[in-house]
């Protein structure tokens, strides 16, 4: 499968971004879709995922309430809906796809296909 996101950009704190992963070869459903980050001189972060099997969801704690995933399978695109947005919040954002659909692992080692990221900016 090859992942392609985009909707990334510069905002202000408190805005909304809406960035979006479309997956060609498979459908989304078929996959484990995650959501992960990283900042400058950091290390890549879980942000969330969405399970194929189910649609069953997870977020990290910091996220939570202001991250939403969903997706749409007739478009084979996963979207991550970022809100309220804080100047940590910035980052490359990348999407990727695990085979396992019952998959609840937060670990980027279990997700073997990644996207080329969206940078999305976020000013005080």
């Known amino acids: 499968v090859q992942l392609v996101e985009s909707g990334g950009g510069s905002v202000q704190a408190g805005g909304t971004l809406t960035i979006s992963c479309v997956a060609s070869g498979r459908t989304v459903s078929s996959y484990s879709m995650g959501w992960f980050r990283q900042a400058p001189g950091k290390e890549r972060q879980f942000v969330s995922m969405?399970?194929?099997?189910?649609?069953?969801?997870d977020s990290e704690d910091s996220v939570k309430g202001r991250f939403t995933i969903s997706r749409d399978n007739a478009k084979n695109t996963v979207y991550l809906e970022v809100s309220s947005l804080k100047p940590e919040d910035t980052a490359v954002y990348y999407c990727?796809?695990?085979?396992?659909?019952?998959?609840?692992?937060?670990?980027?080692?279990?997700?073997?296909?990644w996207g080329q990221g969206t940078q999305v900016t976020v000013a005080s």
């Open positions: 990727a796809a695990n085979r396992n659909t019952w998959s609840t692992s937060r670990s980027g080692a279990v997700y073997g296909y």
């Open positions: 969405i399970r194929g099997g189910d649609g069953w969801s």
